[in-house]
């Protein structure tokens, strides 16, 4: 009792402190259990919800106004990584399950952060690349309008719940908040919409009405090529997806490892995608298995997602030897690779049963081993996490570029993306159970040194100067790192030729298919490409991005092609469902 009243004194005092304040005081808002503090007493009957701890200190019911000055930004945080590596689960805490889980109420706080700028940077060129309607939804999620808030998501992109899991949010980097104080939580934001939606049964099949009789094959399963075939789908066209593997989804199933991104949230809109009518066909490898030259004849249009999936590789003195991998990726003369090998190992059913093509004899495991990932960048985050689930002896991840710094550099202005210091989960995950960060900074490797088996025992590596620019070895700095598992991950340096060989396709000066952004189009009429093999190995988001292009090109297309072939009078065998056509044209 004693305790309540001295609490509500402090409330009194800290309104009449907020009412003499506008600005941002730092004062920490959260409590013990990392959410900000809520108070339920007294007299308040907005929705029975509580009163919230604004940073001046007073508890008050939760507004939007000022709500970036009020409430500070707070994070929904990942598993505890001391707990989480001895699964394979999701780093997102469960609804229901994990203490992590941010509540209802928090949701409503971090939303609230979000201003409704006049321009918001968060959803122009600067930020998302997909154009998410950030302040729209933010302002729908507070005012606890769900159904509307997916409804606006999906207008701009056809998968939130892949970026909201994998995107490092370019958006958090341009949201205007973030010039003052701490950006908005967009990308949890984003994810509690979408994940909300599919608990609530809000995303269901929207099976076209209308039939245009046109015809697309998608080369590609990645999030470009499914969101061209989405997209075309919509718009009454008859989509085929083709893809090489046994499984849909590109590197979301065979690439981003399962703790980033679940592979039943893959199929989830796999199969929904199926089901308005997509159809996919796997095992099929354009160019090898099935000719290229017959998609192209027997399909209207035909889009090429193929990704980037030719690996950079370190040709030094010992790269040969045995436990010298590929992060991903097997190609001639080096079978082996390590993450879409486990990724298969993981895809069994609860009985036990494999699911996929796994083949015990090309899967490398980092148990007990001292394990070096040449390499940062996601990739090299998901060998960290991957060799920490197989219980690693050790893990050290070599970088070229030297440490970032812990805050924005003169060169790198808002509303940029901050290329700060940071903490991945792979390197929170060794931090807490090896107790230091694996990173070691402004180093090349030299060569690998192997045992009289042929295994490597070791590599050494040498320091680089970056100042002036470009790599400068830095004399008598060479060190030997004991090694028995050597993972390069060093990006993709360009998409696989036979394709492109096979239908005489333009490149451009990096080995990509040449396409211009925004256009699509490659050098041969009817052929379109787009996502990792027209920009580079990039990300989700962007790939989504492209693909949503791809469509819009395509159709523009079949429209010309309609046109041009209706006025010549002469319309073909897949024009049979005329009258659907005229309607769509
Ligand atoms: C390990 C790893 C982790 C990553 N983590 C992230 C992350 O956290 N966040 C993020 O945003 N991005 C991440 N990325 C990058 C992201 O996955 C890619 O940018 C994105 O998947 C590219 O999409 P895409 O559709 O262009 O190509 P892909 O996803 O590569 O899909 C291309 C598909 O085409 C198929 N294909 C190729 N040739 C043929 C053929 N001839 N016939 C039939 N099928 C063919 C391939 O099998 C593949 O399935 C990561 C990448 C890797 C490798
Ligand atoms: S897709 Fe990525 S950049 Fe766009 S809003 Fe979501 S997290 Fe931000």
New binding site residues.
């Given amino acids: 009792m004693l305790a309540a009243r001295r609490k509500a004194t402090n409330i009194a005092r800290s309104h009449a402190a907020r009412s003499l304040s506008t600005k941002v005081s730092s004062s920490n808002v959260l409590g013990s259990d990392g959410r900000h503090e809520i108070w339920r007493e007294g007299i308040y009957d907005h929705d029975n919800e509580p009163k919230v701890k604004r940073r001046d200190g007073s508890y008050q019911p939760i507004e939007k106004l000022r709500g970036f000055i009020n409430y500070s930004r707070n994070k929904e945080p990942y598993r505890d990584p001391s707990k989480r590596v001895l699964d394979w689960g999701e780093l997102n805490p469960v609804e229901g399950r994990d203490e992590e889980k941010h509540t209802e109420i928090e949701r409503k706080i971090q939303a609230a952060r979000c201003m409704d700028c006049g321009t918001p940077f968060c959803q122009t060129h600067t930020g998302c690349p997909v154009n998410n309607l950030i302040p729209e939804w933010n302002n729908l999620v507070y005012n606890g309008q769900w159904s509307d808030a997916i409804e606006r998501l999906h207008k701009t992109n056809n998968f939130p719940e892949f970026t909201g899991r ?3 949010a370019p958006c958090e980097g341009g949201c205007v908040a973030g010039l003052v104080d701490a950006p908005v939580t967009i990308k949890d934001i984003e994810y509690s919409i979408v994940d909300n939606a599919w608990i609530e049964g809000l995303i269901t099949p929207r099976i076209p009405k209308e039939r245009t009789g046109m015809t697309v094959a998608v ?7 499914l969101a061209t075939a989405d997209q075309l789908n919509q718009m009454g066209h008859k989509v085929t997806v ?4 046994d499984r849909i989804g ?3 199933m065979y ?2 490892p399962n703790m ?1 991104l679940e592979k039943d949230t893959v199929d989830r809109r796999v199969n929904l995608l199926r089901e308005e009518g997509i159809e996919f066909v796997t095992n ?5 298995n099935v000719d290229v030259n017959e998609l192209r004849t027997n399909f209207d249009a035909l889009s090429l ?3 980037a ?1 030719k690996p950079r590789d370190l040709p030094v003195p010992g790269r040969e030897l045995n436990g010298v991998h590929f ?2 990726v097997s190609v001639i003369p080096y079978p082996l690779e390590f ?1 879409t090998e486990n990724q298969k190992r993981l895809l069994v059913t609860k009985e036990g049963h494999l699911e996929s093509n796994w083949d015990k004899e090309k899967f490398i495991t980092a148990a007990g081993k001292d394990v070096i990932v040449i390499g940062g960048g ?2 090299g985050t ?1 060998c960290i996490g991957t060799s920490m689930r197989h219980r690693c002896k050790s893990v050290t991840n070599f970088e070229l570029m030297p440490q970032p710094p812990p805050e924005r550099a003169q060169d790198n202005p808002w509303p940029q993306w901050p290329r700060v210091y940071g903490v991945d989960y792979g390197h929170a995950e060794v931090r807490a159970v090896f107790g230091k960060d694996p990173r070691v900074y402004s180093v090349m490797t030299k060569e690998f040194i192997g045992d009289e088996d042929g295994n490597v025992k070791a590599l050494v590596t040498q320091d680089v100067d970056m100042s002036q620019g470009r790599p400068v070895a830095v004399e008598g700095s060479e060190r030997e790192w004991p090694c028995d598992l050597a993972v390069l991950s060093m990006g993709f340096v360009a998409p ?1 030729e ?2 492109a060989k096979e239908l005489d396709l333009e490149l451009d000066q990096r080995n990509n298919i040449h396409a211009l952004y925004g256009d699509y189009r490659t050098s041969i009429e009817g052929v379109f490409a787009g ?3 027209r920009r580079g ?7 989504i991005h492209e693909g949503r292009g791809i469509a819009d090109a395509v159709d523009s297309y079949l429209k010309e092609k309609r046109r041009d072939e209706l006025e010549a009078g002469k319309p073909t065998s897949v024009f049979a469902n005329l009258s659907s056509i005229n309607a769509h044209v």
């Fill in positions: 994998v995107c490092p080369v590609g399963s990645g999030p470009s090529g083709f893809e090489r593997a590109g590197l979301l690439g981003i980033k099929a490898d354009i160019g090898k997602c193929l990704g999936t992060a991903m993450l996601d990739t998901d696989e036979y394709i996502g990792d093999c190995q990039s990300l989700v988001v962007w790939a």
